[in-house]
């Protein structure tokens, strides 16, 4: 093989991921543009069906449940069958559906079952996508990828677009019509998907043969979750997706129940919201490709600990929008726990299953236990009580980070070359 050729199949190799990149980005963050949106319409939605926070958090619980069972079965379905992009067509085609679903439904009962379907959908998507990207992927730019791919995106469509659109459109219609335009662009991304994505990539085919055998040995569940980052990965899930989708779920309720703010005020601290998650959600990721994942994930978090405590006792909507893009910093440590570490821990074969079991766990425990819990005590204790349950999940992922061990391939072979010839590491 002439240099030619293979400068010629790096510059593909190159373009495609590119390509991937862009299209993985809409894929997924249509999917938070969709799950979001239930938290924006919540006080129109009030206004018709009369929920209470228990049950505004149990329509966020029961999605977060079947997102956690989907996403596990997902990923462990597609090591099986060694295939990615038909699985991610159908999960985008379906979720698009189910979103819209929710604007024909005519009480608490219905919503929980659109809810339920969507999540079904959804949690199939970023199992499928992150393993699509990482095999894409050159290693100088893993993190920074995948931190487009699960933070910025999220934030820019679920965090930017979904409060302005969905606010506008139910202030203009109603709240059912702005579920039911989240078909269309979904529609979009699956024939994008199906049209340019690629089961393997020209990275994976140009790889060495052993490599390749490797990547074809199946390896069982039980080996993986023996690998203590993937354990500790897990714990992290469980904590930050309390942290995340209790403040996600109650922060609009509580600006305008508690803090008195109006519709459009509430959509405009919640896009500040929207700019961190952009901001952090590959700022995080590409820093921890340089200082490491273990640091990176330590300092955000610390930082994650200030926002819920902001919304309860920063008053001005406008300092209180500055400082949740300083201290909104956990969806850029997402990618690292739930995407970058994994990758760099596991054999390539359980990958995806790597990924769709931490995704399931932190879901089922953070994503449907914590909204149901933080519900019920807002309606004990009053809607404070949510943001302190998000910030004490905040806390624990501080704790339970010093048991990682570094993965960054920049600073292991910064470390390995400090380390003397012949002496232990």
């Known amino acids: 093989m002439t240099d030619t050729t293979v400068a010629a199949g790096s510059r593909a190799a190159d373009r495609y991921e590119n390509r991937l990149l862009v299209i993985l980005f809409l894929s997924f963050g249509f999917v938070f543009f969709d799950r979001q949106a239930l938290s924006f319409l919540a006080p129109y939605m009030d206004a018709e069906f009369g929920l209470s926070n228990a049950q505004l958090g149990t329509l966020s619980g029961v999605l977060a449940l079947t997102w956690a069972l989907a996403g ?196 405009g601290v919640m896009t500040c919201l929207g700019v961190a998650w952009v901001l952090w959600g590959f700022a995080t990721p590409a820093i921890s490709d340089r200082i490491g994942r273990k640091p990176a994930l330590i300092g955000f978090t610390v930082l994650a600990v200030c926002c ?22 956990g969806l850029g440590c997402f990618t690292l726990f739930m995407a970058t570490i994994p990758a760099e821990t596991v054999p390539r074969a359980a990958l995806a299953t790597a990924l769709g079991v931490i995704m399931g766990v932190g879901e089922l425990a953070g994503g449907f236990l914590g909204p149901m819990v933080a519900g019920w005590a807002s309606d004990q204790w009053g809607l404070q009580a949510a943001m302190f349950i998000a910030a004490g999940g905040a806390v624990a992922v501080v704790a339970l980070c010093f048991a990682l061990k570094e993965t960054a391939p920049a600073v292991l072979r910064r470390r390995a070359a400090a380390v003397p010839d012949g002496s232990a590491a």
């Open 72 to 267: 596990m079965f997902a990923g462990r379905l597609s090591d099986a069958l060694g295939r990615r992009k038909p699985i991610l067509v159908a999960a985008v085609v379906l979720f698009s559906l189910f979103s819209a679903s929710s604007g024909l439904m005519a009480g608490f009962a219905g919503l929980l079952a659109a809810r339920a379907l969507m999540g079904t959908a959804e949690g199939a998507v970023l199992p499928m996508a992150q393993s699509l990207m990482v095999e894409a992927s050159r290693e100088s730019r893993r993190g920074f990828n995948m931190g487009l791919l699960q933070g910025s995106s999220a934030g820019l469509l679920g965090g930017i677009v979904a409060p302005l659109v969905v606010v506008w459109i139910a202030e203009t219609w109603n709240w059912r019509v702005a579920f039911y335009v989240t078909i269309i662009p979904g529609l979009i991304v699956a024939a994008l998907i199906w049209r340019f994505v690629r089961e393997r990539s020209p990275r994976t085919l140009a790889e060495s043969a052993r490599e390749q055998q490797e990547t074809a040995v199946k390896v069982p569940l039980r080996e993986v979750l023996k690998l203590r980052n993937i354990v500790v990965c897990m714990l992290i899930a469980c904590c930050y997706l309390t942290w995340f989708v209790t403040i996600i779920t109650f922060t609009p309720t509580y600006l305008t129940e508690v803090k008195g703010f109006d519709p459009g005020t509430m959509s």
């Open 308 to 329: 819920p405590l902001a919304v309860v006792y920063v008053e001005s909507p406008v300092l209180l929008g500055a400082i949740m893009v300083v201290t909104y910093t």
